[in-house]
Structure formats: structure tokens, C-alpha cells
């Protein structure tokens, strides 16, 4: 059974990089700056995951058709063998999930009836709600991508809209002085209260499942399922934290060395750049992790700590992918801030399912599709917690000319 996983696993792997490539080969062929040599080498990639993707389904089919069933027993009249349930699944929240999916995805209608009854506040059908553990395995994956959302502050709501209140950093000024000991004493500066309001938005996807790996497993069936609903949640939300940031009306322009610690240095309250991080995307870093001081030394150090991880002025920088942290107008991002103190993503936390094997072309291609819905919001809690800056070309800063020598300092030997 391990063996027919893996061959499952490495084809449905195999399959995602057949995919990928195709993008990536599209995506050359409209490239102005078209490479010959290049765009043989993804051909050539190509070819071969085709070939091993391939070869993975030959070997899974022929592994399935050679699986001898274990475990089993005669039955009365003895000619019938029926499998022993030697284990106890003691995930029944999973099992029961797997179960009423498969159920869901093979038309049973006890299932679609328990389904189609639950609709939400805009009258549209909800599908199996995906519970809190399978959730958890999803965001499991979400981090093996470069998600922004451990970044962020994440709450989980329970209503479809709401509001919160924060208080932002301000200048706080002295209490009064009251010399007189018969003086009023006057109100203090309340702090500056801000109400922050959500509401709860649908983003949804429909992926393709075909009629072979419905047949597989409910465990492969859900490992696949998990895989692409993560994929879909990082691009989802790593778009709408970015676009929450992009509303961010400080938007400090770095052109010079200079401006890159004058940003650090000034851009923020202390209290919030003692714990905020640099935000780059690969692009971006390449650029700052050329620059250099005047005295020769690059702005961008290791961490005595750990080298692995870069720093400016003590500064943690995180470098995302430019997939997920694209530049602008060929710009690079320079998000600098505590995003956890100034973005707040609301997580409705109620991903469903639904699926079809007549609608949306799964009839005409016999394949089934399921949509899957995620519910959240982002919203920008404290516009004071970060700035939103860019970058194009930094040049290195002028070194120093050292001072020349004047004449009452210059000795004459006598």
C-alpha cells in the first residue's frame, strides 16, 4: 500500500510540474526579451517531466492491478474473502470529513441533500464546510510557500462583519502642573481611539479532479486536495495583505544610501522600529545586497547570530519571492514596519466544498470539479506601523576624501 502512495504521490507531483512548466513556456514565447536557448531548456524540461509524469501512471496502474487485498477472512461459504479491520481510526473528525468528500464527490444523496440545506446569509450554498482539523493541515502546507500572512495580526471572527478598536501610537504630552492647590484639574489627552471595521469577503476557485484519482484513496484524495486549496490561499491572501499595504499613504521614495538609513532611522515611532522588519522581494534584494558604505562594507550584514538571516542596522530583512511580492511599475517594494501591529486579517475560518460532475465542463470532459471558498478580510489597523517604500538602482554611497593636512598642523622640522 506505501508503495502504490508513492507512485500516487510522485504522479500527482509530476503532474504539477508538467503544469508549471507549460506556464513557464508560455510565459517565455510572450517575453519580449525571447531567448532561444532558454526556451529550448524548458522545452527539454518539459519533455522530460511529460516522460516521468508518464511513467509514474504506468507504474501506479500496474502496482493497483498486481495488489493482492491482506488481511482478509472467509466468509460462510467460504469462497468470498472479506477484509478484517485489523485498525482503529481515531481520527474521526478526518475520517468523517474523507468520508462524507468521497460521498460528495460520487453523488451520494444523503450527502448532497445535507449539503444543498445549508446556505449562507446571501442565500448561496455553502458545500461541506472543511472542519478545523483539516484546516490546520492546510495551513501546514500554506507555510512550506512564502506566506505573508505569519507577518500580519490573524483573527479568527465569528460574524460575516464587525468592527475593533485600536489605539495608535500618538504624542503623549505632560500632565498639567497645578501649583495652585486649589486649581481644577483639567482633562487629560484621551488616546486616540480608531475603529477599524470588516467585513467578511468570498474567494473562491474551482480545481479539476479526474474520475482516476477519485478512485484513489480518500488519504491521496485529501493530500491533493490540501495541496492545491494551500496554493490557492497563499496567492489569495498574500495578494489582499499586499493590497491593504498599498494603501498605505507614506510612501518614502530611496534613491541614495543615505535615504535607506534615513528611512530606518525616522519613519517610525521607536517603540514600533525596535520590533519591525524589512519586506523585499528577491529583486530588491539583489539590488541592496550590492550596495555599499563609503567606507567599502555592504549595507546589507549577516546576523552574528545566525548568518543565515540578513540585516540592516539590526534590521531583519525578509526577502519574499517575486511571485508573491511582484515590483511595481518596475519599482521594488521596501515595506518597512511591524505588519503585526498594522494589518489585522479577519479569518472567517469556514472554508467549504462543493462539486459537480455535469456543471462548469466536468459533463463534456468526465471529470468532476470542486470549488472550494475561503472567507476572510483585510484591513489596515495602524497606518502608523509601517511605511510602504520603493526602490530602483541605489548607488554606492561617495567615499569620504580624506583632509588634507593644513599649514599650522604641517610640521617643518625645526
Not at 510565459?27 to 524548458?42: G, W
Not at 527539454?44 to 517531466?49: K, P, T
Given at each position: 500500500m506505501q508503495k502504490i502512495n508513492d507512485l500516487n504521490t510522485a504522479w500527482i507531483s509530476r503532474g504539477q510540474q508538467v503544469s508549471d512548466l507549460a506556464?513557464?513556456?508560455?510565459?517565455?514565447?510572450?517575453?519580449?526579451?525571447?531567448?532561444?536557448?532558454?526556451?529550448?531548456?524548458?522545452?527539454?524540461?518539459?519533455?522530460?517531466?511529460v516522460a516521468q509524469r508518464d511513467a509514474a501512471k504506468h507504474s501506479l496502474d500496474i502496482a493497483r492491478a498486481n495488489q493482492k487485498p491482506a488481511n482478509t477472512e472467509i466468509d460462510d461459504k467460504g469462497d468470498n474473502p472479506k477484509p478484517v479491520n485489523t485498525k482503529i481510526n481515531t481520527n474521526k473528525n478526518k475520517l468523517t470529513f474523507a468520508n462524507k468528500f468521497v460521498g460528495m464527490m460520487k453523488g451520494d444523496p444523503k450527502i448532497v441533500d445535507e449539503m444543498t440545506s445549508s446556505t449562507d446569509v446571501n442565500g448561496n450554498q455553502i458545500g461541506l464546510t472543511i472542519p478545523l482539523d483539516q484546516q490546520t493541515a492546510i495551513h501546514q502546507l500554506v507555510r512550506q510557500y512564502q506566506s505573508l500572512e505569519p507577518f500580519v495580526n490573524v483573527e479568527a471572527v465569528s460574524t460575516i462583519s464587525g468592527s475593533r478598536v485600536w489605539e495608535k501610537f500618538q504624542d503623549i504630552t505632560p500632565l498639567a502642573n497645578l501649583d495652585d492647590e486649589t486649581a481644577e484639574i483639567g482633562s487629560n489627552d484621551d488616546p486616540a481611539l480608531t475603529l477599524v471595521k470588516y467585513q467578511i469577503h468570498r474567494y473562491a476557485g474551482i480545481s479539476t479532479i479526474t474520475n482516476t484519482l477519485l478512485q484513489d484513496s480518500a488519504e491521496n484524495l485529501m493530500a491533493y486536495l490540501n495541496n492545491w486549496i494551500a496554493r490557492k490561499v497563499v496567492v489569495t491572501r498574500n495578494q489582499k495583505i499586499l493590497e491593504a499595504v498599498g494603501n498605505q499613504s507614506k510612501k518614502p521614495t530611496i534613491s541614495k544610501f543615505d535615504d535607506v538609513i534615513h528611512t530606518l532611522n525616522t519613519s517610525l515611532d521607536p517603540a514600533i522600529a525596535a520590533t519591525s522588519t524589512i519586506f523585499t522581494n528577491v529583486s530588491g534584494f539583489d539590488v541592496l545586497s550590492q550596495v555599499k558604505d563609503a567606507k567599502g562594507r555592504y549595507l546589507i550584514q549577516p546576523d552574528v547570530t545566525d548568518p543565515s538571516k540578513k540585516q540592516i542596522n539590526g534590521t531583519p530583512v525578509v526577502v519574499v519571492s517575486d511571485r508573491w511580492l511582484p515590483d511595481n511599475a518596475g519599482s521594488h517594494p521596501f515595506i518597512f514596519g511591524d505588519l503585526t501591529q498594522g494589518v489585522t486579517l479577519f479569518d472567517r475560518e469556514q472554508m467549504s466544498l462543493l462539486s459537480t460532475n455535469v456543471g462548469a465542463g466536468a459533463f463534456e470532459n468526465d471529470t468532476n470539479k470542486v470549488r472550494v471558498i475561503d472567507r476572510f478580510d483585510v484591513e489596515i489597523a495602524d497606518d502608523g506601523?509601517?511605511?510602504?517604500?520603493?526602490?530602483?538602482?541605489?548607488p554606492d554611497q561617495v567615499p569620504t576624501a580624506p583632509t588634507a593636512p593644513t599649514a599650522s598642523t604641517t610640521g617643518t622640522g625645526k
Open positions: 506556464d513557464k513556456m508560455q510565459a517565455a514565447a510572450l517575453n519580449d526579451e525571447f531567448s532561444k536557448e532558454d526556451y529550448e531548456k524548458l522545452s527539454n524540461e518539459y519533455d522530460q517531466a506601523a509601517f511605511v510602504n517604500g520603493s526602490f530602483k538602482d541605489i
